[in-house]
């Protein structure tokens, strides 16, 4: 059952993704990226699958942490780390988000859902995915 909603979260942010090649077969510049921008629409296409659209995770076939009220985000280098490079069933968006998705997305997760760090995030503070 948690490979089941596993893979209906990344069905559903797999809409939002930039196709694998072009009409005449040729790779697109920006295949397997998120068409989305904007933290809050980046959220929405891709994370509230999981976490909700409360921001407060799930539990049942897997189990989604809440990002409501969550302590890790103090530090925009954690949320930068679990999105780049994944963590247990999240998945590593770093190939899929650009710099400034992964900025926008990061802001809005620190700034909702009963969070309230105001600090700049940089895409200086992004490490790329690992080969």
Not at 2 to 23: D, G, N, Y
């Amino acid at each position: 059952m948690r490979t089941k909603a596993l893979v209906l979260c990344i069905a559903a942010s797999m809409m939002f993704v930039a196709p694998a090649h072009t009409e005449d077969g040729a790779p697109p510049s920006d295949a397997g990226r998120v068409t989305v921008t904007g933290g809050e629409n980046i959220y929405k296409a891709i994370c509230q699958g999981c976490h909700m659209p409360d921001g407060k995770g799930a539990t049942g076939a897997g189990r989604y942490p809440s990002l409501a009220s969550n302590e890790n985000l103090e530090y925009p280098e954690y949320a930068i780390f679990v999105i780049t490079h994944g963590q247990k069933a999240m998945p590593a968006m770093g190939d899929m988000l650009t710099d400034q998705q992964i900025v926008d997305v990061v802001t809005y997760i620190r700034t909702h859902f009963g969070n309230n760090y105001t600090d700049e995030v940089t895409a200086d503070q992004i490490v790329p995915p690992w080969p």
